[in-house]
Structures are given as C-alpha cells and as structure tokens.
C-alpha cells in the first residue's frame, strides 16, 4: 500500500504491508531533488519502484539499516542503479545480515543483502547541500539529513512519537536523547519524520521529547534504587503494555525502558 504527501519541494511516500485492506505498521521515504532517503521495507519494493517511475533518482541514502527503511534498496540497485549509502556502523549490518524477529518478517518483509557505500559528512543533490549528522539511539547507524539553507531535516526514527509507549531492547536511551537534543538545536523550521511525516512544532517537539526521556529515566532510577519491581515500574511510569508487546514478544515493551536503564545503556549523566 503507498500513500503520497507534498510538502513542498519534498515528496513523502508511506508505504504498508497491506493485512484485511488495513496497512501493517506504515513507515515512510522522501523524494527530494533526486534524492531518495530511505525505501521502505521489502514487501513494498515493487510498488515503489513503479511509484518512482519517470522520477528523477540520482542517490539513495539510508537513515539507518532497519528494514522498513531499507527494504527497497536492493532492488532499486537492480532496476535503477542506486547504490545505497548508509553509514559505516551499518555497511557490514546489510553485506552479512542482521538479526530480525519473526514479527519483522511478518510486518515488513525479509530484507535481501546487499552492498552498500559509506555516508560521508555532507550529501550533495543539484540544489541542495545535506549535512550528515550522526544520531545513534535508535540504532547504532542512525543518522538524520539536515539542508541548512532551505531549513529542513529529514529525521528517519529519531522522533516517532513525542511520548513512546514501547522501546526497543536494543535502544540506547542516553543516546537517543543527546540525539534529540542535537537535532533540536539545529534550528530547523520544519522537522520530517520517517513515519508521522511532517512534526508539528519539530524542533520544540523534539526538545519536549528529549526533556521527557530525560525525566523518565531519572524516575526509573530512583525506583531501581528503591527496589521496585520492573514491570510495576514499566506500568506506573510508562503505561501498561499492549498489542505491541505480545506481537513482538516483547522485543517492543514498556518494560524495555526499564531494562534499558537496568543495565547502564541508561547510565545517569555524570556531575
């Protein structure tokens, strides 16, 4: 299933595993200039490719190694010449495969491997000039494009929601704040989310979002402290778990904010 959104000089594509008429889990890529950043997972790589047809593609650039963002790569590697780029940390993630749990393959797809170039410092398009910033948090790889003259940034995963109910088990919380904090302060008027698409108050959002991730791990802290139980902690602070949760056997959960901050990928900032 493919939705398209204009925003200007920026064309956002949703893309959804199609379940009973209903898209599974929509993530998202933008056309820019030539510009392809992020494709998609692999169960929407045919439509995609025929949506771009009589586009103008001259690169791709990968956000990060998931598969919902970069499901498509291959084959628009065949079929278009776009030879991904994504940063180092993932380069050997799509040559030799990663881990990806059942409820991944159900949602988006099993993504095929591939080679990939290096993302550099800056991306060049014919008009505009991206800065590559690194966000490590949500993944290791994790980067956002900013276009400092027209004033946007194309975030990948970096926002998803200003309150996250789940968190993957394998995010890094002091990570992903300092990453929110950095885009924040970048000064951009807008602020595009892989998923949700245009953030409204982008850069006052994820600043909100930082403060709260901030507040959130000093409160779990202080119940690991006090000795409370993790998943009554997870409840209290977070909210109850849901469909989520189960779907992914926990792989996604409230509880995973816990956990996270259990075992120091939380640690508390020093002085």
Sequence with gaps: MIRVERHGPLTFIRLARPFLGRGIYWTGCYLVDGLLVDCGPPATARELLAALSGERLEALALTHHHEDHMGGAALLAAERGLRPLIHPRGQPLLQHGFEQQAYRRLAWGRPPRLEAAALGGELRTREL????LETPGHSPDHVCLFERERGFVLTGDLFL???????????DLVALQASLELVAGLGARQVFCAHRGLVPEGSATLRRKAAHLR???EAILDGLRRGEDEAELARRLVGPEGFLTYFSLGHFSARNFVRVVARGAGRPDEG
């Excluded at 929601?161 to 995010?171: F, G, I, P, Q, V």
């Design 129 to 132: 000039r991206f800065e590559v």
């Design 161 to 171: 929601a200003e309150r996250l109910r789940y968190l993957r088990s394998d995010e």
């Design 215 to 217: 507040e959130l791990r």
